[in-house]
């Protein structure tokens, strides 16, 4: 007897946003926190390795400079889908982050593969990375009455750089979790983090 387990494994779809969050936004955003989810290594221990996510630039895509303090940038839902607008999302994000325009092009699309986002930098511009790709693993969406929209993603980021050693490429694979919170005002707009 042959064992199908068609439940398991399967790629989740797209995030899909509610009505009063689509359009265009003028954001500012900052780093919130992080958590340690292990219990066996000491949080000291961890932070004696400088490749841990988050301490070098571009290890966190979204939030490509960590110790910056806070970066405005425009963010947008497609009006007709409610899906997010990755490709100039993700650009506008990591540009304002970095500082300059480090962004060549990102490629996505939502209807050949959800979870897969590249983005290629221009090259010679950003140290630790030439090229981030991105793979959704999971995630998850709440909306309540009280117009909170809370959503989630598990990613596997893998990030191509040049090394220390001239001619030998660097690759870093991290995975992390992102989580957003959007709450709609009377006034229409909303507040994130």
Known sequence: KVLINPLFNLPPSAQVHPEWLRGYWNVEMSFAGYIFPSTTISRERLLQNPSIVG????????????????????????????????????????????????????????KKNPNRISIDFVDYKTVNAERIELFCNARESSYSADNLFVCAGYVRQVTFGTGETVGIPRQVNTNYGNFWTYNKSNDSSFTGN
Do not use: H, M
């Open 55 to 110: 301490f070098q630039k571009c290890s966190i895509a979204n939030l490509a400079d960590v110790g910056r303090e806070t970066v405005q940038f425009r963010w947008s839902v497609l009006p007709n889908s409610g899906l997010e607008d990755r490709c100039n999302n993700y650009q506008n994000c990591i540009d304002a982050f970095l500082g300059y325009k480090a962004v060549q092009r990102v490629d996505y699309d939502a």
